[in-house]
């Protein structure tokens, strides 16, 4: 069928030849150029000052830097033990933290007043004051509540704890951390869930699902896409904030580097060896990121990223015909 | 005399000032295919949503299969169900919806299965085997280990029927289930329906497929303003029409 050539439109009429390609002359950026140029000369400049310039102070040679003092304490025990230390609490925190954060945002979600009123509240307390000042509190509170009984309220006790003893500086450091982290990923995890649509609750109401199963089943699987993004966000903060945890004392990386700079005056030095670590860890928490992103995607975008290992095998098998098309024949 | 499948008495309800039912008598024998036609905000929906208990009636009775939707009535008192009662009831009444709400973070097959499995029990594998089954019947036997946003809008709603089949319900709810399709996607829904009604399923669909109506329905009801304006047989109702709204209404429609 074809409709006769009225206004320009054709329709099946016989395919002429597909036009030339258009070459163009491309549009110039000088500005580019420029900018290039001057960073090229900074990027330059710092590294000339980091690795090549010499120390100034008398009577002493090597690098500015003292890059060898790097090396030498960047895998000593002491350091290596501190970093374990900062990942402990930031496991520790972060886990006691989403947990908390889930438990505060249903309450908050709840239909009851005085239960979400008390997750309102509690979200109020402990993101309304500085995590530092939380920190110091739960060292000290053992000077308050030297031991602490449970039982039945008002009523007999059955066991007794010794405050003193059970909350040390890490767990004091981790209670503190925890109880702050689950204030604000209470708010994460309740945006994520008002996020889904109300329909899927219906839908599984109307399948016989109970508030509990709902939420857990249909609710939270779909709001971890948006929950998983910043909670890496908090896992990455958190990492860097339990470095607050050295004010009483934890042996975690800057309390550990400080130390040793109180001693060799080599300050600078050692807080490149934290950062290092700092850095490395935070990398490998973003990787981690990466691919739990990725699992929760599943449904929500038709075709999955790649994940880069996956990118490269494509790169590659794209580049071998062109490869050998580059071969003489 | 069978007891009728859904009996509703002077149903009320209105959301703040908004009276959206205003007094619904009807009743749906089993194996009935009830279609409720009408304009937009007439109540059709939410009556719909009122029969599994989405919605909380304000007055008058409603009963499926002769029990109370939503309470026990004990000495002239009515309790409220427990949610675990109200779910379990539920479970009996599917629900297919206007814009599917499948889950999409599950796959095809798992969206059909999650119901019997988690709320019913029933073992995966024998789940999985009548999943499989239903899925072929609608015609997608071969899209189990898609994920709903990679099927048409078609495709999804008869997902959606399947994953109320898969319950083994007694009756089935359908509030404007072609409404978000394209109109070429219409058709397979539909055929999908028809297939349900002539193998005995009790249906109430809510619809604005006069076609539909008048060719599956065993009764057709008219809504307005929160009323029944004409109810009867669908061949008679909507080919000639008493009620002059009636007559204004299927005159813009068809």
């Not at chain 1, 110039?28 to 690795?51: D, E, S």
């Not at chain 1, 000593?76 to 925190?93: F, H, M, N």
């Not at chain 1, 990787?287 to 038709?302: K, M, S």
Request: hydrophobic letters at 45%.
């Amino acid at each position: 069928m074809s409709i006769p050539n009225e206004g320009g439109i054709s329709t099946d009429s016989p395919q002429p030849e597909k036009p030339e390609i258009i070459k163009a002359v491309p549009v110039r950026h000088p500005g580019r150029w420029v900018a290039g140029v001057v960073l090229l000369v900074l990027v330059a400049m710092a590294i000339h000052t980091l690795v090549f310039s010499q120390s100034q102070v008398p009577g002493q040679g090597g690098s500015r830097f003292g890059w060898s003092v790097v090396r030498q304490y960047l895998f000593s025990p002491l350091i290596v033990r501190g970093a374990l230390i900062t990942l402990e609490l930031t496991v520790v925190s972060m886990i006691a933290g989403v947990l908390l954060g889930v438990l505060i945002a249903v309450m908050r979600l709840s239909k009851s007043r005085l239960i979400s009123g008390v997750a309102w509240f509690y979200a109020w307390i402990f993101r309304g004051t500085p995590v530092l000042v939380q920190i110091y509190f739960w060292f000290f509170i053992a000077a308050l509540y030297p031991h602490i009984t449970l039982g039945i309220p008002f009523g007999p006790g059955f066991v007794t704890i010794n405050l003193n003893s059970v909350l040390g500086a890490f767990w004091a450091a981790s209670l503190a951390l925890s109880l702050n982290e689950g204030a604000y990923m209470s708010e994460i995890v309740r945006a994520g869930i008002i996020s889904v649509d109300e329909g899927q609750v219906e839908a599984a109401h109307s399948l016989g699902m109970r508030r509990g199963m709902a939420l857990r089943r249909i609710v939270l699987p779909q709001a971890m896409r948006l929950i998983i993004p910043p909670t890496g966000n908090e896992t990455i903060s958190m990492l860097k904030t339990s470095s607050l945890a050295s004010v009483i004392a934890v042996n975690e990386l800057t309390h550990v580097a400080n130390n040793i700079s109180a001693q060799n005056y080599k300050t600078i030095q050692l807080l490149i060896v934290a950062s290092i670590w700092y850095l490395a860890m935070t990398t490998v928490l973003s990787v981690g990121q990466y691919y739990l992103e990725r699992h929760f995607a599943r449904g929500a975008t038709r075709a999955l990223p790649p994940t880069p290992f996956q990118r490269l095998k494509r790169n590659l098998r794209y580049l071998r015909p062109h490869l050998h098309q580059g071969a003489p024949a | 005399m069978t007891t009728p499948m859904v009996k509703a008495e002077e149903v009320y309800k209105s959301f703040g000032a908004l009276d959206v039912l205003q007094g619904i008598n009807l009743e749906v024998a089993p194996g009935e295919v009830m279609c409720m036609i009408g304009p937009s905000g007439s109540g059709k929906s939410t009556f719909l949503r009122l029969i599994n208990h989405l919605e909380k009636l304000d007055a008058g009775r409603l009963w499926v299969d002769g029990e109370l939707v939503g309470y026990r009535e004990k000495n002239n008192r009515l309790y409220e169900l427990k949610d675990r009662e109200v779910c379990a009831k539920r479970a009996e009444i599917a629900m297919v919806f206007q814009r599917f709400n499948l889950f999409p973070h599950l796959s095809v097959l798992e969206n059909v299965t999650i119901g019997p499995t988690k709320v019913k029990h029933q073992p995966a594998s024998e789940a999985k085997e009548r999943a499989a089954d239903l899925l072929a019947r609608v015609g997608l036997g071969d899209k189990v280990k898609a994920y709903p946003n990679q099927l048409s809008g078609g495709q999804q709603q008869r997902v959606a029927i399947a994953r109320a089949l898969a319950m083994d319900p007694k009756l089935m709810l359908f509030d404007e289930p072609t409404s978000a399709l394209d109109p070429e996607l219409v058709g397979e829904v539909l055929d999908v329906m028809r297939n349900l009604a002539e193998s005995g399923m009790t249906m109430v669909v809510v619809t604005h497929e006069m076609g539909f109506a008048r060719e599956v329905g065993d009764t057709v009801v008219f809504m307005d303003g929160g009323r029944i304006v004409e109810a009867g047989n669908p061949r008679e109702v909507l080919v000639n029409p008493q009620n002059e709204r009636l007559r204004n209404f299927l005159s813009k429609v068809l």
